[in-house]
């Protein structure tokens, strides 16, 4: 079998593991969102907000189209945040539109965007979360990540966080990793 | 009834595929954020963060909402089955020196667990790393057999071996042998570089790495044992093995010891006389069988000690093997090679925080390599009068420092030092040289690598130099890009990886010239080469991968690779006419050389399903020279003394290696009680020489040769091989803590036979028979249940 020969065999097989493989990614994204979820969750209680926004509707705005929004719904069905308020889903496809909100979400596809979003929400007492390795060092104030042993976590920049006028419990702050 | 066999092997995945369809409720899958929760006890209160959610209960939402953000600290990126998780995030330290799961580690890499390896049945080592895509066993030098990867004989130092971080290889000439060596029920598990691990191991881990790391204190239990087996015609072997673990607040024990004796073969073998049987009239030799008289025998035993951050780890190989390559006038196989080896450790961790750590070891080791074992009846063998007998020290200093910047760039520095003092017992006359018995080597070697976890992808820079007086300084860096995304991952690799020349390789080094050595009285005893010319072969190589998560409890991964190695050190025959007319018929000396260039090309699948009902691996390796530079001594070639008069016969691949191999291992749950495993090899058809007979007839000079003298090598083409092993394993009877293994291992009778993969005329090395074994085991836990 020349080089040539085997890289086709290489590449035909390759194509076809990733159809296989197709059949089942819709599962592996419910999990990883689903987890996510968990952890936004956790944020609702353990972030504080700026006192004006403890009360009403809390708002969790998702740019763009993302998995995320199926699991946020189900949590915002199943779950209160802070001491008690209602959640609500918001998704919204141009940065015109954004909401008074206290989660952003970004998702990969919008990644890009972050300057315009920062540049948007500037002391607005809005999280931003990105589900992007790395962008927490570059603006967002908390971003997913996993590490070696497939665990999700997340990377967290605490001047980014006091800028939006927002505060952390040490206890939460203690499971993230201190970027920037 | 094999090519049915060999159908459902192809369509097991499938089947298992299929099977699994049902497992997809969300409830099932919701699990699988918590990958650890149903053994580990720290995560036991994870599974089951609320009173409705149980492992097969459907999972109430809210309930995982509330759970505490120690519990989220545990909580998966990716669902995946537990089974399967705890396999492939298993943290794997061979190929980074740094802990990293089997998707990120900067090689192409194989696990192998206790678990696989004792349900397996397996019989010794051959059994396990026969599973291994692109791993082979052939035959090496009187009556050894010696491995390869990738269609590369590596056994000749190019393939590490480490037993707890400890090397085993043996320091004159490297080599490392198989065949009831190296007890499988001691094995915790077995992390394999597939591919070159020199720029943080050195100069013996050019094609491979295998780091045998066994079991330890953690097992708190007294554990021991003992197998037999039968083959068709002769007894197998037997072994008897004991494990004591035990841990305290800030002290741990392991101790463990394994004896064992086995036969290598009960088949027939054409087998050389001694010189002193030959020059009687017996003739060259004839065939014979090896029933009973092919023993190889094993000890081993090994201590731990750790005391806080202070390790102290000893072990002992005794391994001696019988030559069945040759025999003397009463057809007996008298000759034995010794392999023993003693080695300690010494190292402390010394953590400067939770970023710094610092790694000073010293490790001490005394080797008899090669000791043969000659009764004075015979010792007029091809060896000469007398015996060989090779006592090596090396003492070895190291440091190894690492540092975590963040969670993101680590980096690590390391430096080792050591120095072998031999002692070489050897008057023989052709095989060895005849130079200076005593010998000090030193050598040293920096390495230092920088892994940064990048957002887009990881980054593992890494290099070792290597420094000696005998050979120029070798440099090998490596840089390596990993990236997992969800379920896929890729890796592209490339490496320079060498062999360093050791003591053994410099004494026998050989670059065409060489002189006559006289006794006293004029008689011819031996060669000696004019000079020590042989420099590290180096091997550039590049390899790529690509792995997906099928389903929620399938793994697959392809890979690519290219090896092309330059100055390739090579240990053959050299015969030429001058020799023949000095020392008689056939005779020549074994020497190392460097070749101008080799390298192989090839790719490999790896397919596993793990749920808990079992699991099933698959994997396929193929290799090829086609587009590869290739040397005769390697090469499928006719039978011929001289290179020049060689034909190649097959330039797709080389001698004793098949381009394509299938291996498969399953294991089935039948009940709490009872588990069926099936492990199989195919491998298509080989190449190797084998002695051919040509009758009564002349030499050159016109001087007669009987028949029983004029024997010479003929290229044999040998057929597929389909091995297939069955075990069953009973757990907890007839006592509690009892377990009962039984199997028939290559149920078709196949004996498959090592073929000699370079140029040389030793014919194919006989294998076992169908074997039929038993094994038994016992465990008293040393801690009260709470």
Redesign the interface.
């Given at each position: 079998?020349?080089?040539r020969r085997?890289?086709r065999?290489?590449i035909i097989?390759?194509t076809l593991?990733?159809q296989?493989?197709g059949?089942?990614?819709g599962?592996?994204?419910?999990?990883?969102y689903?987890?996510q979820s968990?952890?936004i969750?956790?944020f609702t209680k353990?972030i504080i907000w700026p006192k004006n926004m403890t009360s009403g509707n809390f708002v969790i705005c998702v740019y763009g189209n993302s998995p995320v929004v199926k699991e946020l719904e189900?949590?915002a069905a199943?779950?209160k945040a802070g001491k008690g308020q209602n959640i609500v889903i918001v998704q919204v496809q141009t940065l015109d539109n954004l909401p008074k909100a206290h989660i952003l979400y970004i998702p990969s596809s919008k990644s890009r965007e972050l300057a315009d979003i920062m540049e948007k929400t500037k002391k607005a007492g809005v999280l931003i979360i990105a589900e992007?390795?790395?962008?927490a060092k570059k603006g967002a104030v908390i971003n997913?990540m996993?590490t070696?042993?497939?665990?999700?976590k997340f990377e967290i920049n605490v001047a980014r966080l006091k800028e939006q006028l927002l505060d952390i419990m040490p206890?939460?702050l203690?499971?993230g990793?201190k970027?920037g | 009834m094999k090519r049915l066999l060999l159908l459902l092997i192809v369509l097991l995945p499938g089947l298992l595929m299929h099977g699994q369809e049902k497992d997809?409720t969300?409830g099932k899958?919701?699990r699988?954020?918590f990958?650890f929760a149903k053994n580990k006890d720290k995560y036991a209160v994870i599974n089951n963060p609320s009173d409705s959610i149980g492992r097969n209960d459907t999972v109430r939402?809210?309930a995982?909402?509330d759970?505490s953000?120690e519990q989220?600290?545990?909580?998966?990126?990716?669902?995946?089955a537990p089974e399967l998780?705890r396999f492939i995030?298993r943290?794997i330290s061979v190929s980074a020196a740094k802990?990293?799961?089997q998707r990120?580690s900067p090689n192409i890499i194989t696990l192998i667990t206790e678990d696989e390896i004792r349900k397996s049945g397996a019989r010794d080592l051959i059994d396990v790393l026969r599973l291994v895509p692109g791993f082979h066993f052939a035959q090496d030098l009187n009556g050894n057999v010696g491995i390869g990867l990738r269609g590369n004989w590596a056994t000749e130092g190019k393939m590490l071996v480490m037993v707890d971080g400890m090397e085993i290889n043996e320091y004159y000439t490297a080599h490392l042998y198989f065949g009831n060596h190296l007890p499988v029920d001691l094995i915790k598990r077995i992390e394999i570089i597939r591919g070159p691990g020199s720029a943080i191991y050195g100069g013996f881990a050019e094609f491979g790495v295998i780091n045998i790391i066994t079991r330890g204190a953690d097992e708190n239990q007294l554990e021991f044992g003992g197998g037999a087996g039968m083959m068709t015609k002769e007894y197998a072997g037997n072994q008897s093995w004991m494990h004591l673990g035990k841990t305290w607040k800030n002290f741990s024990l392991s101790l463990s010891s394994c004896n064992s004796t086995s036969q290598r073969s009960d088949q027939k073998i054409y087998s050389f006389y001694d010189a002193a049987a030959s020059s009687s009239g017996a003739g060259v030799g004839d065939y014979v069988s090896v029933a009973g008289k092919s023993a190889i025998e094993s000890t081993w035993s090994q201590l731990n000690l750790k005391w806080k951050n202070l390790t102290f780890s000893s072990l002992s190989d005794l391994y001696r093997t019988t030559d069945i390559t040759q025999m003397n006038a009463n057809r007996d196989h008298k000759v034995k090679y010794g392999f023993s080896g003693g080695y300690t450790e010494l190292k402390y961790e010394l953590k400067g925080g939770s970023k710094f750590t610092l790694t000073p070891k010293v490790n001490l080791g005394l080797q008899t390599p090669w000791e043969e074992g000659t009764p004075y009846a015979i010792a007029q063998n091809e060896h000469g009068t007398d015996s060989v007998n090779i006592v090596l020290l090396r003492l070895k200093e190291s440091l190894t420092a690492t540092y975590d910047f963040?969670?993101r760039t680590s980096i690590l520095f390391g430096a080792e030092h050591y120095t072998d003092f031999t002692n070489i017992r050897d008057t023989v006359g052709q095989a060895y040289f005849t130079s200076d018995p005593k010998y000090q080597y030193a050598a040293a070697g920096i390495f230092g690598q920088a892994l940064f976890k990048?957002?887009?992808f990881h980054l593992v820079l890494g290099a070792r130099t290597e420094l000696s007086s005998e050979f120029k300084p070798a440099i090998v860096p490596r840089i390596a890009i990993t990236k997992?995304w969800?379920?896929?991952h890729f890796k592209v690799l490339l490496s320079q990886a060498f062999r360093a020349p050791t003591i053994g390789n410099l004494e026998q080094a050989f670059d065409g010239n060489y002189s006559v050595v006289y006794d006293t009285a004029g008689q011819a005893i031996g060669i000696s080469s004019v000079g020590r010319n042989l420099e590290p072969e180096r091997t550039f190589v590049f390899e790529a991968e690509?792995g997906?998560?099928?389903?929620?409890n399938m793994y697959?991964t392809?890979n690519?690779f290219?090896f092309t190695s330059k100055d390739p050190i090579v240990y053959y025959y050299y015969q030429d006419n001058f020799l023949e007319r000095t020392f008689g018929y056939g005779s020549g000396v074994y020497v190392y050389q460097n070749f101008p260039m080799s390298g192989t090309?090839?790719?490999e699948?790896d397919y596993r399903i793990k749920g808990n009902w079992g699991y099933c691996n698959l994997n396929y390796s193929?290799y090829?020279v086609?587009?590869n530079p290739r040397i005769p001594v390697y090469s499928v070639n006719t039978f011929d003394f001289s290179a020049e008069n060689q034909t190649e016969i097959n330039p797709?691949q080389l001698l004793a290696f098949p381009s394509h191999k299938l291996s498969v291992s399953t294991f089935f749950d039948v009940s709490d009680r009872l588990s069926i495993s099936f492990t199989g090899n195919y491998w298509s058809k080989t190449y190797g020489y084998d002695v051919m007979f040509l009758g009564d007839g002349y030499d050159d000079n016109g001087n007669f040769i009987p028949a029983a003298y004029h024997v010479s090598g003929r290229l044999v083409r040998y057929r597929p091989v389909f091995l297939a092993n069955l075990y069953f394993t009973l757990r907890d009877l007839p006592i509690k803590n009892m377990n009962i293994g039984f199997g028939v291992h290559d149920i078709f009778n196949d004996s498959p036979v090592f073929i000699q993969p370079f140029f040389g005329l030793k014919a194919p090395l006989p294998g076992p028979s169908r074997e039929v074994s038993l094994k038994l085991s016992y465990k008293i836990p040393l801690t009260k249940k709470k």
């Open positions: 079998m020349s080089i085997q890289i065999v290489l097989a390759l593991l990733c296989l493989s059949i089942r990614q599962v592996a994204q419910d999990t990883y689903q987890s968990l952890f969750y956790k353990y189900t949590m199943l779950k992007r390795e790395g962008l997913f996993t070696e042993d497939e665990l999700l206890e939460l203690k499971l990793y970027v | 997809t969300q899958e919701f699988y954020l990958g939402l809210s995982f909402y759970m953000l989220l600290d545990s909580i998966k990126a990716l669902g995946i998780e995030n943290l802990p990293l799961t990120t963040d969670h990048l957002p887009a997992k969800n379920r896929y690509f997906v998560m099928l389903k929620n697959l392809a690519f290219d090309t090839g790719l699948l193929y090829s086609k587009n797709k």
